[in-house]
């Protein structure tokens, strides 16, 4: 399993959802963290410009969790950047 790092504006966007959505969100990082390289790579340019063009994403409850990996099969770390609701990219 990879180690997970949460940025404090993931946690704030987090915490501003309704239980139900976070729970959602919370069940895809547990997937995320059994499998990182779970996400797309197909993220917005204009993601790509403010989280780096490194990112992965997964959908969650309308939402998309940007994260990026580090590290190797050992020992790796996913950082998870931000939630993103999906109608403000588009």
Known sequence: MARM???LPFL???SALDERREALVWEKLGL???F???GSSLVEPSLARTFGGAIL???AAGYDI???RSGGPDNETVHV???VPQRAVR
Do not use: N, R, T
């Open 36 to 38: 990182p390289g779970v």
């Open 5 to 7: 790092i949460y940025a």
């Open 66 to 68: 940007l994260y990026e």
């Open 81 to 83: 950047l931000g939630l």
């Open 57 to 59: 994403k997964v959908s």
């Open 32 to 34: 995320v963290e059994a």
């Open 12 to 14: 704030q966007d987090l």
